[in-house]
Structures are given as C-alpha cells and as structure tokens.
C-alpha cells in the first residue's frame, strides 16, 4: 500500500519518528538500527516501509533499507511476532546478527532481545532457517568463514568492546582471515 516515504524529518521519539511529507505527518515507527542513523530534524529522510491495517488503527513501519524490511516481513508472518516484536528483534540485533543467529541456531543469542523467551527464541530458527542466508546473498558454503567471524566478535566483547565496535572492526578484516589473525587486526584497527 504505501511502500515509501521521502520527506523532512519533523519529530523523533524512540521509536517513532514523524515525517513530513508535502504537509502531512505520517507517524512511523522504526528499529533502533534505523533509528540511530537518521539526520538530524527537518532534514530529508527516505524510509521504506511496511503498512499494517488492523481492526483499530493503521500502522507504519519504516526502515532504512531493503534487506531490513524484508527481514521484518519474515518475522511478522511467524506466529507468535508482532511488529513490535519484529522492531524489538531488529533493534537488538542487525540483520546480518539474525541471519548468522539462525544459521548457526543460536537460540541464546535471540533471548537476549527483550520480549524474547525460549519458546519464541525456538520458534524463530526453525522459522526463519534458509530464508534470511539465501536474502543475504550467502553462498551455503560460507559458514566456515562466519564462525571464524563470530569467534572474532565473542572475543572482541569478552574484551570490553560493544557489539557494534566490533561489528564495525570485523568489516574492515579480509574475508578468509582465521581467528586470531582477525582478533590482532581487529584490535589495531580499534586502537
């Protein structure tokens, strides 16, 4: 129904935000992810985004790219998640976090998201398993390289540093790096 929306940005209130389009404020409401990379108010902003009608209200959901509203779309159509359970688990984790999550079935590592528990946790990996790789656009023999990827980042957390510090460190690494290698690089390049 309305699958984009370009215009300034008038208000922003985690997790909503309020765009202006030609005069007409369309509340919507984001992940976090998307949140923290918005410009400043009265700025241009372009959101795609997801429209819900339900019984008592029309909802927006907006997000920053592609990638990240198609993984919302997969989410709402498990039962059991909401859209702001979607919002919730694309606030905790980025679209590449779930799709590794889910191919390497870490159910703790979803618990971590608010609102999350063992049985949705559950739900969600068989669900969402060969559907976020393939959006992805990895090749099934890629897990090698992506363990040896989240190694890289459980040692950079262990060693004090956010997940997103790390994230970021981890795409500055050549691709085929082993463990420790990545670990030393990793460091420098955050030093």
Do not use: C, W
Not at 78 to 105: C, E, F, K, M, W
Not at 156 to 174: C, F, T
Request: net charge neutral.
């Amino acid at each position: 129904m309305i699958g984009r929306l370009t215009g300034l940005l008038a208000e922003k209130s985690p997790p909503q935000v309020v765009l202006d389009v030609q005069g007409v404020g369309y509340e919507v409401d984001v992940p976090m992810s998307t949140f923290y990379n918005l410009p400043a108010l009265g700025e241009k902003v372009t959101l795609l985004t997801h429209f819900v009608v339900r019984e008592d209200a029309h909802l927006l959901y907006g997000f920053a790219s592609a990638e990240e509203r198609a993984t919302f779309r997969e989410l709402v159509k498990i039962s059991g998640v909401g859209p702001r359970t979607a919002l919730s688990i694309l606030s905790g984790l980025s679209v590449a976090d779930l799709a590794g999550a889910v191919s390497r079935q870490e159910g703790a590592r979803l618990q971590k998201v608010p609102g999350i528990g063992k049985k949705t946790a559950e739900r969600l990996l068989l669900e969402l398993k060969g559907k976020l790789g393939a959006d992805l656009g990895q090749p099934a023999g890629a897990s090698v390289g992506s363990e040896a990827q989240a190694d890289i980042v459980q040692a950079l957390m262990a060693l004090g540093y956010s997940e997103k510090d790390a994230s970021a460190a981890l795409k500055r690494l050549p691709a085929d790096v082993g463990v420790s290698e990545g670990i030393k690089l990793a460091l420098k390049a955050l030093g």
